[in-house]
């Protein structure tokens, strides 16, 4: 998903068995009620960069320290390289730019952050807890 609505428009009816759902809207799309209705559901928050030397960026916004959204990061990564245009306004995206961006992100040590799910990491725990739930399903329906 990617709007900027402050209603959840996703919820636990609207997806299919095992969806993989990537939300990069601020505030997030998907309701905190999928997490505790749909075990085999998985989503991902998308959007968060790891700032090269993980420092105290002076706000938070839930991350842990060194962690950016992706917007911010990418106008650091732009003032970084002295690239003082817009290049990214509206839905006319310049996949040139996007390709330049992301390369002088990998120069400088951008990185995508650890997968979160829900402004957490998601933990190798809560990926076993997902494919456990997943397999019981499918081995219940084969069972018919």
């Not at 900027?4 to 609207?14: F, I, Q, Y």
């Not at 990491?121 to 739930?133: D, F, G, I, K, R």
């Amino acid at each position: 998903t990617a709007t900027s609505s402050a209603e959840d428009l996703v919820t636990p009816a609207n997806l299919k068995f095992g969806a993989v759902v990537c939300d990069i809207s601020r505030p997030p799309n998907v309701s905190r009620a999928v997490k505790e209705a749909r075990p085999d559901v998985l989503v991902i928050d998308g959007g968060v960069v790891e700032v090269p030397g993980r420092p105290d960026l002076g706000w938070n916004f839930g991350f842990e320290r060194g962690l950016a959204y992706a917007c911010m990061a990418e106008t650091m990564i732009l003032g970084l390289m002295g690239h003082f245009q817009d290049t990214s306004l509206g839905a006319d995206l310049n996949l040139p730019m996007i390709r330049q961006i992301r390369q002088w992100a990998e120069e400088l040590g951008f990185r995508l952050a650890q997968l979160r799910s829900f402004d957490r990491p998601l933990s190798e725990a809560e990926w076993a807890q997902l494919m456990a739930a997943r397999a019981r399903v499918l081995s219940a329906a084969g069972d018919d």
